[in-house]
């Protein structure tokens, strides 16, 4: 009789644990914070500006390359008449060029880099409070980022990138107070 009532406590007990377990089962979500940035109306706009300030960038660039190898050509036909002294300043004045592309080249880099930076922070930083109310108002105990390589395999049903990008594009098309 005794050990028919401790099997049917253990049974009992079982039964309990298991319930209070599935009851604070975790709920998890992904988000893929990359497709979020590229597909919000924030993020199209940003890339859209900063692909006007690469062609810009690279028009400066362009035009800085044409006349340097302008003047390399006329190096070049002009070296077998020009004195050594006026072959040794067009070279000075070619090499003064190549320096001056190599810093413009850099300088564009630079900043195309520095406006990615400023453009994407500002959207990101908005996404993640976001992603923080998300998972407290729908009550998520953890919400990965799906970084390429990180996560292997999940359910679709996981992801809540669209409605990270839903909420985002709906807070920034919000009049500002």
Do not use: H
């Not at 924030?42 to 028009?59: V, Y």
């Not at 300043?89 to 990615?116: F, I, N, P, S, T």
């Amino acid at each position: 009789m005794k050990k028919i009532f401790l099997l049917l406590l253990s049974v009992v007990l079982l039964i309990a644990a298991s319930n209070a377990l599935a009851a604070d089962a975790p709920k998890i979500g992904l988000i893929d914070l990359q497709r979020a940035l590229n597909e919000s109306e924030a993020g199209k706009k940003a890339k859209s500006d900063l692909e006007s300030l690469i062609k810009s960038k690279e028009t400066i660039v362009d035009e800085k390359r044409k006349a340097i190898e302008k003047l390399k050509g006329e190096i070049e036909k002009q070296a077998s008449v020009l004195s050594a002294e006026a072959k040794k300043a067009r070279e000075e004045e070619m090499e003064r060029l190549l320096r001056d592309y190599q810093r413009l080249v850099a300088d564009a880099q630079a900043e195309v880099k520095k406006k990615e930076g400023e453009l994407t922070g500002a959207i990101i930083r908005d996404v993640r409070e976001i992603i923080n109310k998300i998972g407290q108002e729908e009550g998520y105990t953890l919400i990965l980022e799906t970084a390429e390589g990180l996560i292997l395999y999940s359910k679709k049903e996981l992801d809540i990138t669209d409605m990270v990008i839903k909420n985002y594009n709906e807070l920034k098309a919000k009049p500002k107070k």
